[in-house]
């Protein structure tokens, strides 16, 4: 598999000194996952890990304490799983140098019925002071309800829209997981029964929350196939916001073609690389991806690159206002940061729709394109944090992530710059979809931020 490739400013071997704010010492790092982002901190020159289980929550709690008296904690990086974050954060006691992965209150964002409802507020917010064109700006997510607690307003909205087609989803579920679609309220009878009534399972006290949303009828297809589009973006602070997009992602087939003849096939309809892989002839040689390069070369060749630029700025526009739901109320720390996995539908008519957005996008592989894709992803994610302090800071562009928003839209420094997949000119900061030479970026603003150290007195 890939090994990361030597550039200046990077330390040459395992043992070299760390120049970075740390000192003369190596980074300290601690890892929850046994996947990609494992290999990609274990071959980082320079990173160190630290072994052994976590240590239960109060010795770990006099451990830091006594560290922090030494003036340090026993790590310096921390990509840790959801469980672990909701479990210590409280008490933890971080230091001004230490980086941990995900903001406590992630879930505003992630579960699919609190996301709706925070874009439903910042639209109704734009509706009142700026008025019902910009509120338009909003309508990329797909009318949803909270089930049980809306169930009523449900129920008018599907009398008013008789023979549409819904799709079901637990609310805090993934990979496809007790999603299924229906077209008549009799249909939800027996969901009803079991997920509904709180005294049918006595291991629950409450019934589990659902989402109920529009289906997309008409996915943009191809070869027949429906696909959604995963993006991969990494916010580093919410106040004031930050974001860095990243230009490559794919997006997931289907692993059979598109028909509304027979909406209980999930094979058809959940376009999950969990779900298609089950499928009885899915062939894993074959996969069922496509380069989000390749994607937007495909939409450039058969619509017109000014087509494609739209799809891609709509996506742009999803990332910032759903961002922006949350700006206020995710509990900004300047220790936390979040690497999103977006998923993004288009519709027969080029709009780009969100589904819903991942705190942990899958980090495991499905195959060598896959791996490399995620090691390069999860390598820059390192490179924009630069722990190793061989940045300026002041760059817009770091391997494949680009700067698109920091309090506000970043621009390209030329004013206008190519994507060279298609020859469009434009002057936001985003590329997603385009050419990706990362490392070769990468050597070039090693070298420039390493000259200009040096003519810089420190
Ligand atoms: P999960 O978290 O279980 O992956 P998602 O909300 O991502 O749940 O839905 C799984 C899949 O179902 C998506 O990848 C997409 O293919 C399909 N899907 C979900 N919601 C819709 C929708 N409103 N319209 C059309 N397809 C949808």
Not at 424 to 442: E, M, P, Q
Request: proline letters at 4%; aromatic letters at 10%; charged letters at 30%.
């Amino acid at each position: 598999m890939s090994k990361s490739t030597r550039v200046p400013g990077y330390m040459q071997s395992k043992g070299a000194r760390n120049r970075g704010p740390l000192g003369d010492r190596e980074i300290r790092y601690k890892c929850s996952m046994q996947n990609t982002i494992l290999d990609v901190l274990r071959a980082r020159p320079g990173w160190q890990e630290v072994s052994g289980p976590n240590p239960p929550q109060q010795q770990q709690l006099q451990q830091q304490q006594q560290q922090e008296k030494k003036g340090e904690g026993d790590w310096d990086f921390h990509w840790c799983d959801r469980e672990w974050l909701h479990a210590n954060y409280d008490t933890m006691f971080l230091q001004e140098h230490q980086k941990i992965l995900h903001f406590r209150n992630h879930y505003e964002l992630t579960r699919k019925n609190l996301m709706v409802k925070n874009l439903k507020r910042l639209r109704k917010q734009t509706e009142r002071e700026m008025g019902k064109k910009e509120a338009e700006s909003f309508d990329f997510y797909p009318t949803t309800y909270e089930l049980p607690s809306e169930y009523h307003i449900f129920v008018e909205e599907f009398k008013k829209n008789q023979g549409i087609i819904w799709i079901m989803k637990p609310a805090a579920k993934s990979q496809g997981r007790g999603i299924f679609l229906f077209r008549k309220l009799k249909d939800i009878t027996d969901w009803k029964k079991g997920e509904y009534q709180p005294l049918t399972d006595p291991n629950r006290e409450v019934p589990e929350t659902y989402v109920v949303q529009r289906y997309i009828e008409d996915p943009y297809l191809i070869g027949g196939r429906k696909f959604d589009i995963r993006v991969y973006v990494l916010v580093v602070s919410y106040n004031p916001l930050k974001v860095w997009l990243y230009r490559s992602g794919f997006a997931r087939f289907s692993n059979s073609r598109f028909s509304l003849d027979s909406i209980e096939d999930a094979y058809v309809h959940l376009t999950n690389v969990a779900v298609q892989k089950t499928a009885p002839d899915y062939d894993p040689d074959k996969g069922c991806k496509w380069a989000t390069q390749q994607l937007r070369s495909y939409l450039t060749a058969k619509h017109g690159s000014d087509a494609a630029r739209r799809v891609f700025q709509g996506i742009d526009n999803i990332i910032i206002k759903s961002l922006q739901s949350v700006q206020k109320i995710i509990i900004n720390d300047k220790h936390c940061f979040e690497m999103y996995g977006y998923d993004v539908l288009l519709d027969d008519k080029l709009k780009p729709w969100l589904i819903e957005i991942n705190a942990s996008p899958s980090l495991t592989a499905s195959g060598k394109d896959d791996y490399d894709l995620k090691h390069g992803v999860l390598n820059d994610v390192l490179n924009v944090l630069d722990l190793e302090n061989r940045l300026t800071g002041k760059e817009k562009r770091v391997g494949g992530f680009d700067l698109i928003w920091d309090d506000g839209a970043v621009t390209t420094d030329d004013g206008a710059m190519e994507c060279s997949v298609n020859s469009v000119s434009t002057t936001s900061n985003s590329f997603l979809g385009c050419h990706c030479d990362r490392k070769k970026h990468l050597r070039e603003i090693y070298t420039a931020a390493q000259a200009l150290k040096k003519s810089t007195p420190s």
